[in-house]
């Protein structure tokens, strides 16, 4: 879930990205709002319903509010278009079906893009580029040093078929959490867990673990998610392609006005990672 030269819009300099106004703490939308594209249908009229993973760096609900990376751009197209922000946190699983449903309009949190997320979902172009690392207690940049092979991962992640056949299903333990791969690799119960880089270091910090380390896994042919930096998307109701053209939109205005690169950094992310091919997905 390469880099190559970013394809820039000019809208940006002719939009009023400020419409809403600053954004109160109840998610209430001004009276005088003016959205910046018009003939946007939601499932719930007024609002913008999101759900989300609860996966800092990148997206949480903790507090009852959004934050993240992802939950910094979610909050950006909601305003933008004078909705009001209504996200619920999943598990990935229910996540990929309500919005297939249509029962949420949206998702965001590091969803990388595949042909497969392209044909099910109206899938936005890339937002921000994104590694796979390594977290280990021998530094290991690469699958074969893995000490005894075994790795940890959690389920839905899209290199996981990739894993089991480099190194057999028995040798790929699958958790529902992040924490819980963190935990039998601090245990020495698997050799490594597999992650993106974001969750590896927000795994780190948050346990004040100076222990185990975090490594860019080398490029494998062997692991396609590892070969070239992956790019993320927000996934769309496949029946809402207006809302999903205001989402480029509104992306390409917050990577033009330097938003999107401070929202990287602000979450211990490379702000360099807002510098992705905008090309469409797909």
């Not at 992802?70 to 619920?88: H, S």
């Not at 936005?124 to 790795?151: Q, R």
Request: aromatic share 4%; charged share 20%; glycine share 10%.
């Amino acid at each position: 879930m390469s880099k190559i030269k970013l394809s820039t819009l000019m809208i940006a300099a002719i939009l009023p990205l400020a419409a809403c106004g600053t954004a109160s703490s109840s998610g209430a939308v001004p009276s005088d709002c003016k959205p910046v594209v018009s003939g946007v249908k939601t499932a719930n009229e007024g609002k913008l319903t999101a759900a989300v993973a609860e996966y800092p760096p990148y997206v949480s609900m903790k507090g009852g509010s959004l934050s993240g990376v992802d939950g910094e751009v979610l909050k950006r197209i909601a305003k933008d278009l004078c909705l009001e922000p209504d996200a619920k946190t999943s598990s990935f699983t229910a996540i990929i079906e309500s919005v297939k449903n249509g029962s949420v309009d949206l998702s965001a949190g590091n969803w990388y893009i595949n042909k497969e997320r392209a044909q099910q979902f109206a899938i936005s172009d890339p937002v921000y580029l994104d590694k796979m690392a390594l977290l280990t207690s021998n530094g290991a940049d690469t699958i074969d040093g893995i000490s005894g092979g075994t790795v940890g991962t959690p389920q839905g992640y899209l290199w996981v078929g990739d894993l089991q056949k480099t190194l057999g299903n028995d040798k790929v333990k699958l958790y529902a959490t992040e924490d819980a791969v963190y935990q039998d690799v601090k245990n020495g119960r698997v050799g490594a867990g597999v992650m993106t880089y974001g969750a590896a270091q927000q795994l780190l910090k948050n346990n004040k673990d100076s222990k185990l380390t975090v490594t860019e896994l080398k490029p494998d042919q062997r692991i396609q998610a590892s070969v070239g930096a992956a790019r993320t998307a927000v996934l769309v109701n496949k029946d809402k392609t207006v809302l999903r053209d205001a989402v480029n939109q509104i992306v390409t205005n917050m990577r033009e006005d330097g938003s999107l690169k401070k929202a990287l950094e602000d979450n211990g992310l490379p702000g360099l990672a807002a510098n992705v091919d905008a090309s469409p997905a797909g």
